[in-house]
């Protein structure tokens, strides 16, 4: 069945380490998305991609990174530089282009810092 | 750059009618509908594009005025299963990416 995987479900970190939370698709999707949800909260977009090697920062970038190498995979970092990092992040995928664009959401991954 | 959503919160009784509203500041391409169940997934609703058509499903509809920035969600006759936390999210063409952002949520629930 196609669609969008997130891992691990549930992560700790200790306080200065990075992490990196999994999102992988198969179901052909150009665009690409990381959103944070804080509790009661609605969506904050952190980075977005259109295609292979090129992403673009959301409105909140400061310390995360991401990479594009593959269009199935768009994995998210957690810098030690991202001072209140626990929160639940949800990875998305939609077509690009067409207008008409449902987005895809993975599970999510709950990151809490220990 | 984030749609503005209202109202934050609304409580009804099974049977009764609920408007969500979104606006933005912003020159929108479409505006997309969501809800979100706790500790879940967003779950996509519907999609309304530029030209003010209003869509719908079962009990849900949604209008789109883009002249305005605004979109409304319409939900009639609640049942239980619509409780959970509608998200509006707002899409614009920024030098051809194409970014999705969303509002703060509007939280629903229905009660017996």
């Known amino acids: 069945d196609g669609g969008i995987t997130q891992s691990p479900k549930y992560l700790f970190r200790k306080e200065g380490q990075n992490v990196t939370l999994s999102c992988e698709q198969n179901?052909?999707?150009?665009?690409m998305y990381w959103y944070r949800q804080d509790p009661g909260q609605g969506l904050r977009l952190i980075y977005y991609?259109?295609?292979?090697?090129?992403?673009q920062k959301g409105d909140i970038a400061e310390g995360y990174s991401v990479s594009r190498e593959k269009k199935e995979s768009f994995p998210l970092t957690v810098t030690s530089a991202q001072k209140n990092p626990t929160a639940f992040y949800l990875c998305?995928?939609?077509?690009f282009g067409t207008g008409d664009t449902e987005a895809f959401f993975g599970q999510g991954t709950r990151l809490t810092v220990v | 750059q984030q749609p503005v959503q209202s109202p934050q919160a609304v409580i009804l009784r099974e049977g009764e009618d609920a408007v969500i509203n979104c606006s933005s500041s912003?020159?929108?391409?479409?505006v997309h509908w969501y809800r979100q169940k706790h500790g879940e997934a967003p779950v996509f609703l519907m999609i309304?594009?530029?030209?003010?058509e209003q869509k719908g499903h079962e009990k849900i509809s949604a209008s789109f005025n883009e002249k305005k920035q605004q979109s409304s969600l319409y939900l009639t006759a609640s049942q239980l299963s619509y409780s959970g936390t509608y998200f509006c999210?707002?899409?614009?063409?920024?030098?051809?990416?194409?970014?999705?952002?969303f509002g703060q949520g509007t939280r629903l629930t229905i009660n017996p």
């Open positions: 912003k020159a929108l391409y479409s």
């Open positions: 998305a995928s939609s077509i």
């Open positions: 991609s259109q295609i292979v090697n090129d992403f």
């Open positions: 309304l594009l530029k030209g003010g």
């Open positions: 179901l052909n999707h150009d665009a």
């Open positions: 999210g707002t899409e614009r063409r920024i030098q051809g990416a194409q970014k999705l952002v």
